[in-house]
């Protein structure tokens, strides 16, 4: 069969006319089903896409099916190695359900967050997951109220929001519970702010209280290196402090060790480390860091399992999943992860 000698468009049409089959045919073999199609028959049909040139058109394809086979992801920063970890998860757990994503960041600002939820939903996405830096995000400037949203990373309830989180105050505590496991007595807090006591900084005090500890001393800053790198000089100036650290993220954790280096002391030998995260980082550092594992995968299948329920619109809870110790040789333990 001659090829189409117009400018328009290679429709599907087209490609069932050079293969010799129905459009039917090309639509099962386009969209791997819902039918089988013989492999001869299928060959066939891929070869004259081929030749055509032929794209499916989405857009027309999401008018008829009702979906578009596609999810919106927004994170606060994709340069944070835990919300790139986190997207990366998201996105194998939306191909593995047949949906692709969209990803937004909204460079942790309370207003691009809005304005990346005008734009996933003006995309016609099937489901928006969102990372918020809020703990009580405004989620209402979507302009598809239809839009199932699920809130990912969040640590409490948010009303009118299915939620999935990690139970932070639960690890945090055991984080703690394993420096006072050591025998270490006065553990310090560096801590990332957050404007009010988050779950972290309440598992890190619950633990301490139960065994009949002090606080120790807490040093709030950013949730990066940088935050890290400062919050280890000011609670180590004069190369005294605590004797044990729970960091309230890997980053930081990695900024409180160039710290501890520049100002003579060593860890785990001077000061045992505990951080929370579990990124891909911490098994890099000098030593391998003893983190509070995030379980990444299960929270991001959980969070896309959820949006593409639809669930009843007053089901609302928050899905917590466990965290988990690993060890590495920070806090005093003789391993190599």
Avoid at 113 to 127: P, W
Wanted: hydrophobic share 40%; aromatic share 6%; glycine share 8%.
């Amino acid at each position: 069969m001659s090829l189409p000698t117009n400018p328009r468009a290679v429709t599907r049409a087209d490609v069932a006319r050079y293969a010799g089959v129905s459009t039917s045919v090309v639509s099962y073999v386009v969209h791997d089903g819902p039918r089988p199609v013989a492999a001869a028959t299928a060959a066939r049909v891929r070869e004259a896409i081929r030749v055509l040139g032929y794209r499916p058109n989405a857009s027309a394809q999401a008018l008829r099916t009702g979906s578009s086979k596609m999810l919106g992801l927004i994170v606060p920063e994709l340069d944070n190695p835990f919300w790139s970890e986190l997207a990366v998860a998201v996105t194998h757990a939306a191909a593995a359900r047949g949906y692709d994503l969209l990803i937004a960041n909204s460079d942790g600002d309370a207003q691009q967050e809005r304005e990346r939820l005008r734009t996933l939903s003006a995309r016609q996405v099937d489901g928006i997951i969102v990372t918020s830096i809020m703990t009580h995000p405004d989620l209402s400037s979507t302009t598809d109220p239809g839009i199932p949203m699920v809130l990912l990373n969040t640590f409490f309830e948010v009303p009118e929001y299915a939620s999935i989180g990690v139970d932070a105050l639960r690890g945090a505590r055991e984080g703690t519970q394993h420096l006072i496991d050591h025998g270490y007595r006065e553990i310090g807090l560096v801590m990332g702010h957050t404007g009010s006591m988050e779950l972290r900084e309440q598992g890190w005090m619950q633990a301490l209280r139960a065994a009949g500890l002090p606080d120790g001393p807490i040093v709030r800053c950013s949730f990066d290196r940088a935050g890290g790198y400062e919050a280890g000089l000011r609670m180590f100036d004069g190369g005294t402090g605590p004797r044990a650290v729970f960091v309230s993220s890997d980053l930081q954790a990695v900024g409180l060790l160039r710290a501890l280096y520049e100002l003579g002391l060593r860890a785990p030998d001077d000061v045992a480390v505990v951080s929370f995260d579990g990124v891909a980082e911490a098994d890099y550092t000098n030593p391998q860091l003893t983190v509070v594992r995030q379980p990444v995968e299960a929270m991001a299948a959980a969070a896309v399992d959820r949006v593409l329920a639809r669930e009843d619109p007053d089901d609302h809870h928050l899905d917590l999943v466990p965290a988990e110790l690993v060890l590495g040789a920070s806090c005093g333990c003789d391993v190599r992860r």
